[in-house]
C-alpha cells in the first residue's frame, strides 16, 4: 500500500532517525509491540535517548529490554545499543544484556562484547 511504502521509505536503513519529545513515548512503545520488524527497530531507537529522561526510563527501559530475546536478530541488536545509551540507568537488565554475547547471531555477539566492555564492574 501507500502509507506502507512511505514509512518503509521514512524508516529505511540510513534513513536519519527522528528525535521524540516525552508526549511522543506512549506512540513509540505502541511501535514496540508491532509485528513488522522494522517498525519495532524504529521505536526501539527513538526510546534509546537518554534525554528523554530518567522519570520516564521505568516504562522505557524494561519495553526496550524485551526485545533482547526478539526472534529478529537486527531487533535484539538494536534493543542492546538502545538500553547501552541509558548507561547505568540500564543496570538491572546488564545480565539479559550480557547473555547476547552467547547470541546465535555473530553481529548481535560482537556488540554485546563490545558494549558490556564498557560495562565491566557494573551489574
Not at 535517548?49 to 536478530?73: F, Q
Not at 547470541?103 to 564498557?118: F, G, H, P, T
Request: proline share 4%.
Amino acid at each position: 500500500s501507500e502509507i506502507r511504502q512511505q514509512v518503509e521509505s521514512e524508516i529505511a536503513p540510513g534513513t536519519p532517525h527522528i528525535e521524540i519529545e516525552s508526549a511522543d513515548i506512549d506512540e513509540a512503545l505502541r511501535g514496540l509491540t508491532l509485528e513488522e520488524p522494522r517498525l519495532r527497530q524504529h521505536a526501539i531507537l527513538v526510546l534509546g535517548r537518554r534525554k528523554l529522561g530518567k522519570s520516564n526510563a521505568k516504562r522505557i527501559l524494561p519495553a526496550i529490554a524485551e526485545h533482547l530475546t526478539d526472534s529478529n536478530a537486527t531487533t535484539r541488536r538494536l534493543a542492546l545499543l538502545s538500553l547501552s545509551y541509558w548507561k547505568l540507568t540500564a543496570e538491572p537488565w546488564f545480565k539479559a544484556m550480557r547473555a547476547l554475547k552467547d547470541d546465535k547471531d555473530s553481529l548481535v555477539r560482537q556488540y554485546a562484547y563490545n558494549i558490556m566492555d564498557e560495562f565491566k564492574g557494573h551489574g
